[in-house]
Nanobody, 119 residues
Framework: VQLVESGGGLVQPGGSLRLSCTVS????????IGWFRQVPGKEREGVSC????????WYADSVKGRFTISSDDGMNTVYLQMSSLKPEDTANYYC?????????????WGQGTQVTVSS
């Protein structure tokens, strides 16, 4: 399983950004892709998640109403549309092959993509 994040950058508060997670290597039909974020010195936190079989989604309370997770038809790419961004959204964002961080194998974490919200 390989996941590669992209789309991060610098954006002003209130702005929008769309992250992409390119997914490959899954050999079964029902799986989850989660977005997580981490600030240096802090614990990684779950942001959003989507399930391939039924499109069910989950959002952290801190991003509900502002972030939207979606995927293409084959779930080869999972997107995280981020709107009304706040400085506290600044973090390195990762996608992973599970919605639960403790279930993600250590070697499944990629480099992430940095999002910086600043004026």
């Amino acid at each position: 399983v390989q996941l590669v994040e992209s789309g991060g950058g610098l954006v002003q508060p209130g702005g929008s950004l769309r992250l992409s997670c390119t997914v490959s290597g899954f050999s079964f039909d029902d799986y989850e892709i989660g977005w997580f974020r981490q600030v240096p010195g802090k614990e990684r936190e779950g942001v959003s998640c989507i399930r391939s079989s039924n499109g069910q989604t989950w959002y952290a309370d801190s991003v509900k109403g502002r972030f939207t997770i979606s995927s293409d038809d084959g779930m080869n790419t999972v997107y995280l549309q981020m709107s009304s961004l706040k400085p506290e959204d600044t973090a390195n964002y990762y996608c992973a092959p599970n919605c639960i961080e403790s279930m993600v194998p250590n070697d499944a974490w990629g480099q992430g993509t940095q999002v910086t919200v600043s004026s």
